[in-house]
């Protein structure tokens, strides 16, 4: 029996499947709770009838929606913002924004239309993501649905099928009828632990014929699901041939792309707000009675016996504020440059969040040549180093669109991209993209790159934990240092999603309920278990 600890054994899942399936195997083993979302947290009155102030470092999602529901408990809140923009990792942009990364400042110079904009943080939200989806009904930020998937659009492996694009539906297909091939003789042979009947071994070779399209003699011979080698709607439909077991197998997109659709997180249907992403931060900015301060970067935090004290930085000047309660937002990565009176063991906490380098290109295309292939919305896959090119799934039939040329949270890969000019980056994606569609710097117009760990104030995007570090510390930064809680997806389970952030500031407004409780507004505070 094979030797590995339940930390080993999470930490490949990880790897092989992200934070997605990371959470669904701890769910499963009984290490997280189920998600038993029922509304935001309400904030109890304070012990001593007289509500606290708070803080807020950074205003991204957490702390936005950790703002809004303590201002509908009558606290007062002081939100500080180091960017020029709120949002955080929620960026949408459009002609005239400014992509700000360090030492590459980029202007957007798609066209002036409502339909042609890039979200540059997240971009898609899933239908059991119950917290977002509370805020964008609450806030009246509209949804459509987003095709995440597109069975025609294309896989692309230089050391496999010939180095050409496979549409993904073909793929599809001729695995389910391979392995159905491989489940037929293996029911004919009843080669089971447990013996079948007649009867069931009957059964199983029906279904594996159903499922594969087999022949009546159980051979995989192709589909027409896959589609046809001829015209469907004048000739009888001749299935293209299927794909050999071994250069299948060879390939990498069973690896990765074929269960792409299969993610908890990427369950179809997904949905996007109506005209970018940031109209989630729209709606907090609207229900909000104090407004982000922005560029203004902390530069020291230090608890108090009946508070917190912030110094910032705006125009050149210090300020320097207190509250008796702060949420930080700040990415957990740049507090050891900010000066503060934290435990040595929190600040080892915080130092042990690594960054991620996620990184996209988008471009605008003068065409939607995509729709002319039968795309319409959905992925295609590459092992190339862009990873992934994304259709848009809005404004069918549209002349121009902005399609995702580049997707990658691969450190190697985006480490990479980063070092290379805008310009260049453009010039490589579109290189690499012509492999899948041939013809395709021809249609670009104008672009940009969002290298996530050169971006002003973020410097990455997705938090990462070595698993010893895990076990040490993650409950550790769960819990408050004095009244000071950090919050973002972060501290979560589910880095790079606004679900994880928004589950942050739940929690930490759950912890902040039971110490305002327990503590009169001079009392001294204490950890939250």
Not at 359 to 387: N, V
Request: glycine residues 10%; contains cysteine; charged residues 20%.
């Amino acid at each position: 029996m094979l030797n590995i600890t339940r930390r080993q054994f999470l930490s490949y899942v990880g790897a092989a499947g992200g934070s997605s399936a990371l959470l669904k195997t701890s769910l499963a083993l009984g290490l997280m709770p189920d998600d038993n979302y029922a509304g935001p947290v309400k904030i109890k009155p304070a012990a001593n009838g007289e509500q606290p102030t708070a803080l807020i470092l950074g205003a991204g999602v957490a702390g936005l929606a950790t703002a809004l529901e303590l201002e509908k408990a009558g606290i007062h809140c002081t939100i500080l913002e180091a960017s020029f923009r709120p949002g955080g990792r929620n960026l949408t942009v459009r002609n005239g924004d400014k992509i700000d990364e360090m030492g590459n400042p980029q202007i957007c110079q798609f066209d002036k239309q409502d339909n042609l904009f890039f979200n540059c943080g997240p971009a898609r939200i899933p239908g059991h993501h119950r917290r977002i989806l509370h805020y964008c009904r609450a806030l009246n930020v509209p949804l459509q649905i987003k095709a995440n998937s597109s069975k025609m659009a294309y896989f692309h492996d230089d050391n496999s099928l010939g180095g050409k694009p496979k549409r993904i539906i073909e793929y599809h297909t001729d695995v389910r009828g391979l392995m159905s091939e491989l489940l037929w003789k293996s029911a004919e042979n009843n080669q089971y632990d447990q013996l079948l009947s007649e009867d069931d071994v009957a059964k199983l070779m029906k279904f594996s014929q159903t499922y594969g399209d087999l022949t009546e003699n159980g051979k995989y011979i192709g589909s027409e699901r896959a589609g046809s080698t001829t015209d469907r709607m004048l000739e009888f439909p001749k299935p293209h041939a299927p794909i050999e077991l071994k250069a299948m197998l060879d390939s990498q997109f069973w690896y990765g792309g074929l269960m792409g659709a299969e993610l908890y997180d990427w369950c179809e249907p997904l949905m996007e707000p109506v005209g970018g992403m940031d109209g989630v931060i729209k709606g907090f900015l609207r229900n909000l009675k104090t407004q982000p301060v922005l560029n203004a970067q902390v530069k020291k935090i230090y608890n108090r016996d009946n508070g917190v004290e912030v110094t910032y930085e705006q125009g050149g000047q210090l300020h320097t504020v207190q509250a008796d309660y702060c949420f930080n937002n700040i990415p957990a990565y740049f507090m050891a440059g900010i000066d503060n009176n934290f435990s040595a063991t929190y600040q080892s906490g915080l130092d042990s969040v690594k960054r991620g380098h996620l990184f996209k290109i988008a471009y605008q295309m003068s065409e939607r040549f995509w729709e002319r292939d039968g795309i319409y919305g959905g992925i295609s896959y590459t092992t190339d180093p862009i990873g992934q090119l994304w259709y848009p799934s809005h404004d069918i039939h549209a002349q121009k669109g902005i399609l995702l040329g580049a997707y990658t949270w691969d450190p190697k890969v985006g480490a990479m991209f980063e070092k290379m000019t805008p310009a260049e980056r453009l010039t490589a994606g579109a290189l690499y993209a012509e492999k899948i569609h041939p013809g395709y710097s021809k249609y670009i117009e104008n672009g940009i790159s969002i290298p996530w760990a050169r971006m002003n104030h973020q410097m990455g995007c997705g938090m990462r934990m070595s698993p010893e570090d895990f076990d040490q510390y993650y409950s550790l930064l769960q819990k408050p240092e004095g009244r000071h809680f950090m919050i973002g997806d972060q501290i979560s389970h589910h880095s790079g999603w606004q679900e994880g952030a928004l589950a942050s500031s739940e929690q930490a407004l759950q912890q902040f309920n039971r110490l305002v409780s327990t503590n009169t507004k001079s009392g001294e505070a204490s950890h939250v278990a």
